[in-house]
């Protein structure tokens, strides 16, 4: 039943783990599925109720990707959240408006991301039931994304950001200075007498190369600027 295919996707734990509730639109449906497995999400839990299932056109939509994802229903979805907290998960319902900031979510917690339909949105039993009520800022006219869409958002930002890589200054100009760029969210030490003018910290490469060479760097209006360089092409945060 239901609850043995939930049991058999919890069983390994997966994080983030989406819940989708009340996608009616098969087409939907399979966009948020490529988009999850996409960003790294290996489960994703179905509502029985009000909810489409793998059907052909999900699957086309999908791209291939529900063959990846461990895909469960659940046949009432207020309870399925209070058993996902149990087993230590922090819920968080994605919603126009929400009063938190998908961007604010700690992603060192076990995360469950719940989507609602395409009109209403979240249910507010699921609102009432979640940990947070998230939102993805929005900055133009419309106020709400495609649920399909805002599951991407809300999917990719929901893994923690990976360790940056600490290279010492003077050993990333040597290899600028050969024309080597640095690796993007690589953070660059100032050390010795290479340590960088004005700088007050570590400058963190984001993947622009330096147009220009020299043996010191300056962080100057938050870019990293060479001697000879014009600085449009070497922001550094």
């Known amino acids: 039943g ?40 290996r489960a994703v839990v179905l509502a029985r109720d009000r909810t489409v299932g793998i059907t052909p056109a999900a699957i086309k939509s999908s791209a291939g990707a529900w063959v990846h994802l461990a895909i469960a229903r659940c046949g009432n979805v207020a309870r399925t959240l209070e058993e996902l907290k149990e ?5 968080a319902a994605l919603a126009p408006g929400g009063t938190k900031s998908i961007y604010e979510l700690d992603t060192s917690r ?45 999917t990719t930002t929901a893994f923690p950001a990976p360790a940056a890589t600490t290279v010492p200054m003077n050993t990333q100009l040597r290899a600028w200075s050969k024309g080597v760029p640095p690796a993007t969210g690589s953070v660059v030490r100032p050390t010795g007498s290479l340590s960088p003018v004005n700088a007050a910290g570590p400058v963190i490469c984001r993947g622009f190369i330096p147009s220009g ?25």
């Open 2 to 41: 239901y609850k043995r295919q939930l049991e058999g996707v919890l069983a390994s734990a997966p994080d983030p783990i989406v819940i989708v509730d009340g996608v009616t639109d098969p087409r939907n449906l399979g966009a948020l599925l490529r988009s999850a497995e996409g960003a790294g999400v």
């Open 213 to 237: 060479r020299g043996s010191i760097c300056s962080r100057f209006a938050g870019r990293l600027l060479l001697p000879g360089s014009s600085g449009r092409s070497s922001r550094s945060t």
């Open 110 to 154: 076990k995360l469950a991301i719940v989507v609602g339909s395409e009109g209403a949105g979240v249910r507010e039993i699921v609102r009432k039931t979640a940990d947070f009520v998230v939102g993805i800022p929005m900055r133009g006219k419309v106020d709400s994304l495609n649920v399909s869409v805002a599951a991407a958002v809300a």
């Open 87 to 91: 087993a230590g998960y922090w819920v």
